[in-house]
């Protein structure tokens, strides 16, 4: 049984990195959530369906294997499983790289599936909150660091970027006209076990287990916000039970980050560090697309949300590469 204190929660994306972790601790907190995934094969299914399978041994969850894009398919979800209070949409294209590859599916995952999710939570009956992601890739060009919420977004440098921005837009539209709670989150490159093996993580990891050669862009000068999964677990959810307000001009939007940059060549340092074992290094150029430096100020999501990253890149680290022996096989 429930309590009745738990809430029914739409987990989007739950097949992925970040909403498997999500649907989990609301799952593990005594909620029921409604998780939605297409499953695509942007990388492994299998890795998707080893975090269902986790999601689904718990009573209270159920899936839905569809597309957000495709507003009747939710529609139908939305008239079996209501009511539901509370949305986490985390289901897109994610990827700066692979948006230069194949355009497409970011605009119909990012954009109309944003898009159907922002019209249908306008329809539901004793609606709470719509929680979203969006991504320090929105701070594009922006020369000042550490990224602020306040900071200029007008220069995206990738099509990935673009149509996270366009979500924050069409979100304050939302917010503005059919006044509902919705909040938005930047989130700082997310890492840790059950992760996305198109990420440098995971794809250094393999390589230097193999012997294989890592390849270093921008000649090891860039530095990311590197942040641990369960810091934005957190993070999300403490955005997520914050008592909305329709008052403000303008619908919420925080970073969150670990607020502590790292060079990628102190990244690559603490995974050999907990590999044990060197990396043979190729440097090459800044690929397109990629900013050099993301940092962000995470003043805001303290003070508002009382967010407070807790996990350090070696620890973090260690523990992805803990859970990488055991799950070798996502990469072959
Ligand atoms: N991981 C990061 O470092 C990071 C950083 C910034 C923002 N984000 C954002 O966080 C969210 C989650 O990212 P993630 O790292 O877990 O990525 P992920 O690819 O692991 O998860 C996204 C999930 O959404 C699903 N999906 C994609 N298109 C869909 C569609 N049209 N209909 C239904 N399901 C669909 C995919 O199958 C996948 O399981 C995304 O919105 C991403 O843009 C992630």
């Known amino acids: 049984m429930t309590s009745a204190l738990s809430k029914k929660i739409l987990v989007t994306g739950a097949a992925g990195f970040i909403g498997f972790h999500v649907a989990k601790r609301l799952l593990e907190e005594g909620h029921t959530v409604v998780g939605v995934d297409n499953l695509n094969s942007y990388y492994s299914v299998q890795l998707k369906k080893d975090r269902l399978k986790q999601l689904e041994s718990f009573e209270f969850f159920q899936f839905y294997c569809l597309d957000v894009a495709d507003h009747q398919a939710m529609e139908k979800m939305w008239q079996q499983e209501k009511p539901i209070t509370h949305v986490v949409h985390l289901a897109a294209q ?118 294989e050669t890592i390849d270093v862009y921008n000649h090891g000068q860039m530095s990311r916000d590197y942040t641990y999964i369960s810091d934005i677990v957190d993070g999300i959810l403490a955005a997520l039970w914050r008592p909305a307000s329709v008052e403000p001009r303008e619908h919420p939007l925080y970073n969150l980050g670990n607020d502590q940059k790292q060079s990628l060549m102190t990244f690559i340092e603490a995974l050999e560090e907990a590999l044990g074992r060197k990396a043979n290094k190729n440097f090459l150029p800044l690929q397109p697309g990629d900013i050099v430096e993301t940092s962000s100020d995470i003043q805001k999501a303290k003070v508002e949300l009382g967010y407070c990253p807790k996990v350090d890149i070696h620890q973090g680290i260690a523990e992805f590469v803990e859970w990488y022996k055991t799950h070798t096989i996502y990469l072959k």
Not at 102 to 123: A, I, K, W
Not at 177 to 199: A, N
């Open 94 to 211: 994610a990827g700066v790289r692979y948006s230069l590859i194949d355009p497409y599916p970011y605009v119909h995952s990012n954009v109309t599936g944003f898009m159907v999710m922002l019209e249908q939570c306008r329809y539901q009956e004793n609606f709470e909150h719509l929680v979203y992601a969006s991504t320090s890739s929105v701070y594009g060009l922006n020369p000042s660091l550490p990224f602020k919420e306040s900071d200029p977004v007008e220069h995206p440098i990738s099509l990935y970027a673009a149509t996270k921005r366009a979500n924050e837009l069409m979100a304050q539209s939302y917010y503005h006209l059919y006044r509902y709670p919705i909040t938005g989150l930047r989130l700082f490159t997310v890492y840790g076990p059950w992760g996305r093996p198109d990420m440098s993580l995971f794809k250094f990891t393999k390589a230097i287990l193999a012997g």
